[in-house]
C-alpha cells in the first residue's frame, strides 16, 4: 500500500530555517505532482507549495521567497526548505501527491499525516 511519511518537522525560532521531507513508500509507477499544505490552529489547510513530476513549481504568496520546494523522482521524495521562518508559519504541514500509480493500485489523491512545525520569537 501506499503511504505518504513526512519526516523533519520541529522547533525554530522566528528567523530560523527547517527542511521538510515526505518520502512516498510503495511499488510506485509515477507520481504527476507532490506538494506541501499547512493547516494552522483554527485556521483552514491551505496550499504551501507544489511540484510536478517535470519539476514545475507553484508558491503561496505567503511562501514564495522564503520556502523552496524541491523533488526526487527516483527517490519519491519531496522537499520543503523553509528559511526567515515567521510565527505565522506555525502549523502541522501535511505532505500530498497527486495521481499516484504503483503495482496494483491508483490513487488520485493521497495525504501523508501530517509533522508539526512550531516557530517561536
Known amino acids: 500500500q501506499v503511504q505518504l511519511v513526512e519526516s523533519g518537522g520541529g522547533s525554530a525560532q522566528v528567523g530560523g530555517s527547517l527542511t521538510l521531507s515526505c518520502v512516498a513508500s510503495?511499488?510506485?509507477?509515477?507520481?504527476?505532482?507532490m506538494g506541501w499544505h499547512r493547516q494552522a490552529p483554527g485556521k483552514p489547510r491551505e496550499m504551501v507549495a507544489g511540484i510536478t513530476s517535470g519539476g514545475s513549481t507553484i508558491y503561496a504568496d505567503s511562501a514564495k521567497g522564503r520556502f523552496t520546494i524541491s523533488g526526487d523522482n527516483a527517490k519519491n521524495t519531496v522537499y520543503l526548505q523553509m528559511n526567515r521562518l515567521e510565527a505565522e508559519d506555525t502549523a502541522v504541514y501535511f505532505c500530498?501527491?497527486?495521481?499516484?500509480?504503483?503495482?496494483?493500485?491508483?490513487?488520485?489523491?493521497?495525504w501523508g499525516q501530517g509533522t508539526l512545525v512550531t516557530v517561536s520569537s
Open positions: 510503495g511499488r510506485i509507477f509515477s507520481i504527476n505532482a
Open positions: 500530498n501527491a497527486v495521481r499516484v500509480l504503483a503495482e496494483g493500485e491508483d490513487y488520485q489523491e493521497l
